[in-house]
């Protein structure tokens, strides 16, 4: 999905909430675990309760990875499942030399046919083009992560340009790729430092993971993130999916889908 | 594996090469195509042919997930194919928030059996922490890796410390992890720079790729890298798995495990 595309997703829906499909089988409700693919039965209902309050899913690949070779298959017919006119994210965090994220892209954007996919910039450059080299898909580059680890080096400050290393990723990843490729992760449990982070990076789509059972703040990430086109695509994993964990978790997905998508169309029209 | 018996195989075989498992499809001799499973077939003949000349096998876990859940299959078949008496790394580059990297921890150690897993330090000590609750596992934190792009945001330096993105790395790991659970990737294709990274960590191996088609210099890595417990796992994959592409294969690939064995007992005996 381009662009263009996404924003008009945006606006149709209004709402820029992504639902993460962090899918564990310990977490599923009893009567779907005598199902041929527990997981997939989970995700097709979630997904069906869902679609019309969110404009993208982004199913964290170690759940399924953690399942073996089954998982890879749940994970696959779960993409298949997705509207079209949903945004797809592989959370997967992959970066590695040149030839194996070469491979990486393949596996992600032609065998399984996700839109964007999240990468790890540590090694810099040519770990992160090959993914550049598919059109029409896009990398969703780890900048500033929700997480509390994300202090320990993400934080540190340059001593020629005095900016801290998440910002030196933000600003140097844009000499690789335009708007219409290239997306970043910014928590939520910084939306204090949203508004300097976003003057960083005007033009770009921010994903920001962290509200819901992280704890972040959606109506600062979206006061100081919203741009004139969206410019945010906002996660929430488990204060959605198992919003319930008895026999009705789509019903109660759905309303606290719902529950953010209303909050989102508020903040759309006041800050967007 | 635990460090003691590592340090023993690497006495015994007089090598401390790691043979990387990258198997293409695309690259394996034309014979072996119509196999049941060529994948596992070509790395079972390359691991008969050089288990005698080596110390661990690193599978870049890239190439199996590009084929999909049958490349999961195949990768598990070579791991339980791999010789007790050598040391398994799988080379995955994970990284995540807590829950997310105990799922990656519990599939390579756990499903797997994997004793050592790469991990990619950017998020943080949460990130990494979830791989070190598993007793007798590894893991080997990427530092200063072999890549062009490592200049970008690895060589940054610090205004307060005035170190290195990756010599921080190297410094602040250390406190999370004993030299009995954790290495750290160091590239050979910086030989000039060993002195001064194994005084960071004298006492922590380093796994080092970017011998061989990499270009790195196998002797100045040894001679600055070595300790007297040898602290080096030197890693070669294409210029081993690939050094012939006709049915004799395992043969070239022998020879050329050997050639590198023979290389490094010179370097035990003249730099340990």
Redesign the interface.
């Known amino acids: 999905m381009n662009r263009t595309e996404l924003i008009r997703q945006i606006r149709e829906k209004q709402s820029y909430l992504c639902v993460g499909l ?1 899918t564990d089988f310990e977490k599923i409700p009893d009567h779907l675990k005598s199902a041929d693919d527990p997981v997939f039965e989970f995700n097709k209902q979630i997904i069906d309760a869902t679609h019309a309050f969110c404009v993208a899913y982004k199913p ?1 690949i ?2 399924y ?2 399942m ?3 998982g ?2 749940s994970l ?1 017919k779960t993409l298949d499942y997705i509207p079209k006119n949903c945004f797809t994210i592989a959370d997967a ?6 030839n ?2 070469t ?2 892209a ?2 992600f954007f032609k ?1 399984m046919n996700f839109d964007a996919i999240t990468v ?9 083009k090959p993914f550049l080299q598919f059109a029409g898909k896009w990398v969703i580059l ?1 900048a500033h ?10 934080l ?5 340009s ?1 900016r801290k ?1 998440y910002e ?2 933000i600003l ?1 990843a844009q000499t690789w790729a335009s708007s219409g490729q290239l997306m970043f992760v910014v928590g939520a449990t910084q939306a204090e430092k949203f508004k300097e982070i976003r003057a960083l990076a005007p033009d770009y789509f921010f994903l920001v993971p962290g509200i819901g059972a992280q704890g972040g703040d959606l109506e600062k990430v979206s006061q100081y993130g919203l741009t004139n086109e969206c410019g945010l695509l906002v996660n929430a994993s488990r204060s959605i999916i198992y919003a319930s964990s008895g026999n009705n978790f789509a019903k109660a997905a759905k309303a606290e889908a719902r529950k953010v998508a209303e909050e989102m169309k508020l903040y759309l029209n006041k800050f967007s």
Chains 1, 2 share one sequence.
Do not use: C
Not at 93 to 98: A, L, P, V
Not at 146 to 153: H, K, L, M, Q
């Open positions: 962090d964290n170690a759940f990875e953690a073996g070779p089954k890879w298959i696959q965090k992959r970066g590695d030399i040149g194996t994220s491979l990486y393949r596996a065998e790890a910039p540590y090694m810099g450059e040519d770990s992160v780890l992560t929700s997480n509390s680890g994300s202090a320990d080096f993400q540190m400050e340059s001593s020629s005095h290393l030196e990723v140097k």
